[in-house]
């Protein structure tokens, strides 16, 4: 059995095909979200960039997908955990595609961002695209978690667009990541420079030396907003590139550990595309969380491995 895997996120669609026979991960694609540029998107958009993907793959079997959460739809657009007012709609991003069908549902993990009732815990037919059966959608963090499976010592900090921090219990979301991160790099590209380039240039000793104080809170739907970022103790001899960027890796880190029991947890393990573009953070968090194993799994594999775990436990 051949299925195509898509994993629809805020910054990519990643894709590709898992062959159950040989259990084997191959033809991988990564094209650009629209949630890149947009913060509400046309269910017609969406459908179209659905029906393209499937198109770009021959010899498909099944369609097991997961999405963004956090997001919900009002009559034919979808607004996503970026506009930020936490409204519930009528059904998560892919799943309303096919609201028209007999076997339209809602997984579980999208509940929290709908008004059904009712909703499914495993793998079932949603509907069909090319006569291509589109099985229950899955939540992207959701499955990360899962393909991780956690105990209760280990916590998972997925550091993307958004942030969560994932435990077996509980879950954080909504903290600041990648998405203020690119309001600060409005000002380093204002100067002729990358940010995230020279993210890469700097030492772990760069940040801990760095003395700025900085709030990420740049976007409305951050977890403690209030009139926006700021950059604080600038003094003489200390406001230049290298101590900006220093300090705002160091806010980073150190924000998560309010969500972080020092005395319960002992891993903890990094998710996302930032730690991918940023080498010099898992070796940040080994300095900051002293005495805890500091894991760095890739976030683009992960989400497949979720969505081939739920395949073998419910197909």
Excluded at 9 to 15: E, L, P, V, Y
Excluded at 81 to 95: Q, Y
Excluded at 215 to 242: A, H, P, V, W
Aim: hydrophobic letters at 35%; a negative charge; glycine letters at 6%.
């Amino acid at each position: 059995m051949r299925y195509l895997l898509i994993d629809f996120g805020a910054s990519f669609i990643k894709t590709a095909i898992y062959n159950s026979v040989n259990d084997s991960l191959e033809n991988f694609q990564e094209i650009k979200s629209p949630f890149v540029e947009n913060s509400i998107i046309e269910k017609d958009v969406v459908r179209s960039i659905l029906l393209k993907v499937v198109n770009s793959y021959t010899n498909i079997d099944r369609v097991v997908a997961c999405s963004i959460l956090g997001g919900y739809y009002k009559e034919d657009l979808y607004y996503s955990w970026k506009v930020g007012n936490r409204e519930k709609g009528s059904s998560c991003l892919l799943s309303e595609l096919f609201k028209e069908e007999k076997t339209f549902h809602i997984h579980e993990h999208h509940k929290a961002a709908v008004n059904a009732q009712e909703y499914i815990q495993g793998l079932e037919i949603l509907g069909y695209i090319n006569k291509i059966p589109v099985y229950s959608i899955l939540g992207d963090t959701d499955c990360v978690t899962e393909s991780l499976q956690l105990d209760s010592k280990t916590v998972v900090v997925n550091i993307g667009t958004g942030s969560q921090v994932i435990s077996s219990t509980e879950r954080y979301s909504y903290i600041p990541a990648g998405r203020s991160f690119l309001v600060f790099e409005e000002l380093f590209n204002s100067l002729g420079v990358s940010l995230f380039d020279y993210f890469k240039q700097l030492s772990v000793e760069d940040v801990q030396n760095s003395s700025l104080k900085i709030n990420l809170n740049t976007f409305k739907q951050s977890y403690k907003y209030m009139t926006g970022g700021s950059i604080e103790d600038i003094n003489e001899g200390c406001f230049n590139i290298k101590n900006l960027a220093g300090s705002i890796l160091k806010e980073l880190v150190l924000q998560y550990s309010e969500y972080i029991d020092k005395n319960t947890v002992t891993t903890i393990v990094l998710v996302g595309g930032i730690p991918h573009k940023i080498p010099v953070l898992p070796r940040l968090f080994q300095e900051y969380y002293p005495g805890m194993d500091i894991r760095y799994e890739s976030g683009e594999v992960n989400t497949h491995q979720g969505l081939i775990m739920f395949i073998k436990k419910y197909l």
